[in-house]
């Protein structure tokens, strides 16, 4: 039994299991950066697109995609995957900048894990 051989498969599955955490992380980042940036300027894409669309058609998308909606018993609630917007598209500027370091953070954790995967040979 060699034990350096056994310590570094470990450190190897350790490692990369990280690794795949942060791609998995750098994702969902990206998903939610998606997200703001859609819900920021998805007004003006709303608008654009309805206004080449049948009305009922467009009223049809327009209540699927409103962030309010009625539940069954006539109250309002809120939708948990859309966000509430005005239409100021600077509003979500220090949220996307938080984002965008969380990516980079990320994605220098990867190069982190993939360098010392390199190094394990």
Same mark, same amino acid.
């Given at each position: 039994?060699?034990?350096?051989?056994?310590?570094?498969?470990?450190?190897?599955?350790?490692?990369?299991?990280?690794?795949?955490?942060?791609?998995?992380?750098?994702? $969902?980042?990206?998903?939610? +950066?998606?997200?703001?940036?859609?819900? =920021?300027?998805?007004?003006?894409?709303?608008? /654009?697109?309805?206004?080449?669309? !049948? /009305?009922?058609? $467009?009223?049809?998308?327009? =209540?699927?995609? =409103?962030?309010?909606?009625?539940?069954?018993?006539? !109250?309002?609630?809120?939708?948990?995957?859309? +966000?509430?917007?005005?239409?100021?598209?600077?509003?979500?500027?220090?949220?996307? /900048?938080?984002?965008?370091?969380?990516?980079?953070?990320?994605?220098?954790?990867?190069?982190?894990?993939? $360098?010392?995967?390199? /190094?394990?040979?």
């Amino acid at each position: 039994m060699d034990r350096e051989q056994i310590a570094r498969e470990v450190r190897r599955r350790q490692a990369q299991e990280v690794l795949d955490f942060e791609r998995e992380r750098e994702q $969902a980042i990206k998903e939610q +950066i998606e997200l703001v940036i859609a819900e =920021t300027h998805g007004g003006r894409v709303d608008a /654009a697109a309805f206004g080449r669309m !049948s /009305a009922e058609d $467009a009223e049809i998308v327009r =209540t699927e995609l =409103t962030p309010v909606a009625l539940d069954d018993r006539g !109250s309002f609630f809120e939708r948990d995957d859309v +966000i509430l917007l005005d239409d100021e598209v600077d509003q979500h500027a220090e949220e996307l /900048a938080r984002l965008n370091d969380e990516l980079d953070d990320c994605r220098r954790r990867q190069r982190a894990f993939e $360098a010392y995967l390199e /190094a394990l040979g």
